[in-house]
């Protein structure tokens, strides 16, 4: 294959009395495409040609220097063109395999290697010194929505050139412009994967003595964490340590955009020991501890500590530090992050453990937690979830603290929103309940006692099938006790409802005589209630279901026939 020769142009250039950033760049270009064409010491090339590319992205930001202004500047170039004369050398060699020995020509490339690498930092140390400046340098125009791939890697390259060479606001501006181009194109994730070294830069950018400087590559960590390929660069570049120095020490922006990248790469709890082992939970509980700390950076602080407690040692640790009763307060937060956030930490470190549950609940977690359901305060939809989901995870297995719930007056608040509020939120009240009548007696009666039972009636012609599930198998639990079962024949319009519903069910052929059978085979039960049944006029409609070998229907009818042909022999023994 015919190879380039830039030999001409390099000697010209390097024997030029002005040797300018334009002609280093094409120099420098020319001899990266020669070296793609060797095919010995292919290691030792490869290290080479990053040298090379590291070299003309910051000769590209410079193009636009006047070295002949600058004598520091025009005798770096000139030293850049002649070490890429010397490398040609090399590379011609080993393309015509005319070295005299590999021993000595891997020296030569090490050599090589190491001139480049000191070029590069003088370049880097000039710029940073205020050669290269915003007024000299280079302006990329950032791709548009449809750029190509390559538009886009040669502009997060510009952007990558000035966070390593440019002075201090070159830098930040860079790192904004990045965060930018992160927000707007999700192809760049994969672009800065692709680009080296710019992870890497990412993250010791976060130890920058310069507070702006350190946010800003915050930001664009907490964006970039979230993407899998970056979180294992992220990892390897040793973020972790970084990460919790911005949550000790940085910016409130920056220390919300740290905490905000550790929940994402603590969710592989591989890496909570990382954390750990840098102090990161001292600082993370420190955070939730301040009544300084904005409920932003406090969401994502008890974020990653969720994701922390699955680490047995670190859990103890958490809980020897006082972060139950910690978490316990945040609850009680206006933030609705917040609340979730501490809600969620304290699901997750009582899971499974029944000595922290007890601990929760002597703390006041209960309290706390049934509080977010008074109607009189200001608090979400998602935030009374959260709450509801937690009290069940928490209660519901224990009949110690079902009463505790009682007491607290939890059962009035939960028939408020079963009531009350929009559709989502009664069929989630609906849920809760339905889990609740199928914990225990007590919690049956208390659920009697309240007036659960006409709620449930109510939504047995729910348009949603599983809402009648749920509201027919909640009735059936909570009438099972005598004492419900009672209250509930007395009423005269329940079991006429009822009769109703499968009357209509019949008619319309519906799905729903299965639920309405099930209940009134329930209320058989009791004298009242058979006899309301039979008395009602719709025993025809049962007998015409059961011949018609609707489920369970065969078993009304018998249950109520028998207790007919028993009234009618106490009749005539009577007589």
């Known amino acids: 294959m015919r190879q380039d020769n830039p030999r001409q142009d390099q000697s010209s250039s390097a024997s030029s009395s002005t040797s300018s950033p334009r002609q280093a760049i094409e120099v420098v270009s020319s001899l990266i495409s020669f070296s793609h064409g060797i095919r010995v010491f292919a290691v030792k090339w490869k290290m080479l040609r990053n040298k090379l590319e590291e070299l003309n992205t910051g000769l590209i930001a410079i193009e636009n220097c006047d070295s002949n202004q600058n004598p520091i500047l025009s005798g770096l170039v000139s030293a850049i063109l002649v070490a890429a004369k010397n490398c040609y050398d090399l590379a011609r060699r080993c393309v015509d395999l005319s070295y005299s020995g590999k021993l000595l020509m891997q020296s030569d490339l090490d050599v090589m290697a190491a001139k480049f690498d000191g070029l590069v930092k003088n370049l880097s140390g000039i710029c940073t010194a205020g050669v290269l400046t915003q007024g000299f340098a280079i302006v990329v125009s950032k791709p548009g ?330 009735l059936i639990s909570v009438i099972s006790v005598p004492k419900n079962r009672k209250r509930f024949v007395q009423d005269d319009r329940n079991i006429s409802f009822l009769l109703q519903l499968l009357d209509q069910e019949e008619a319309n052929s519906g799905n729903n005589k299965k639920f309405l059978i099930s209940i009134l085979i329930s209320l058989t039960s009791s004298n009242t209630g058979r006899r309301k049944i039979v008395n009602s006029g719709y025993l025809k409609n049962i007998e015409k279901l059961a011949e018609a070998e609707v489920s369970d229907a065969k078993r009304l009818v018998r249950k109520l026939s028998k207790n007919r042909f028993r009234s009618m022999l106490s009749g005539l023994w009577h007589s």
């Not at 977690?365 to 049934?370: A, K, P, T």
């Not at 998602?382 to 519901?396: D, G, Q």
């Not at 009664?426 to 007036?451: F, I, W």
């Not at 039972?453 to 949603?464: C, G, I, P, T, W």
């Open 145 to 474: 929505v449809n750029a190509c791939k390559d538009d886009m890697r040669f502009y997060v390259r510009d952007l990558l050139t000035r966070m390593k060479i440019g002075d201090t606001e070159m830098k930040r501006q860079a790192l904004v412009n990045l965060h930018e181009v992160v927000v707007e194109d999700e192809r760049s994730f994969r672009v800065i994967v692709e680009v080296d070294d710019i992870v890497h830069l990412l993250v010791n950018l976060l130890d920058s003595p310069d507070i702006g400087i350190q946010e800003e590559a915050a930001k664009v960590v907490s964006l970039i964490s979230g993407f899998d390929p970056c979180k294992s660069v992220l990892i390897g570049s040793g973020v972790m340590g970084p990460l919790v120095r911005v949550l000790e020490s940085g910016s409130e922006l920056g220390k919300e955009a740290a905490a905000r990248s550790l929940q994402k790469l603590t969710e592989n709890s591989d890496n909570a020991w990382s954390v750990s082992a840098h102090g990161g939970v001292t600082a993370l509980l420190k955070i939730c501890a301040s009544g300084d700390s904005r409920g932003e950076l406090i969401g994502p602080a008890c974020g990653v500590l969720r994701n922390l407690v699955g680490v047995e040692e670190i859990k103890r640790f958490m809980i020897e530090e006082g972060a139950v009763s910690r978490f316990i307060k945040l609850a009680r937060s206006r933030d609705e992050a917040v609340q979730i956030s501490s809600i969620e930490f304290l699901q997750n470190i009582a899971s499974g453990d029944e000595s922290v549950r007890q601990l929760v609940v002597r703390e006041g977690g209960i309290r706390s937690l049934v509080y977010l359901l008074d109607p009189k305060i200001s608090s979400t939809f998602k935030s009374r979830e959260v709450a509801l989901r937690a009290i069940e995870n928490l209660c519901f297995s224990s009949t110690t603290y079902i009463n505790i719930l009682t007491s607290y007056g939890f059962m009035d608040r939960l028939l408020f929103f079963l009531r009350n509020g929009d559709v989502s939120v009664q069929e989630l009240a609906l849920k809760v309940a339905y889990r609740l009548s199928g914990t225990s007696e007590e919690a049956k009666k208390a659920m009697g006692d309240a007036g659960f039972m006409s709620e449930f009636v109510r939504f047995l012609d729910a348009k949603s099938f599983e809402v009648r599930e749920m509201a027919s198998e909640a």
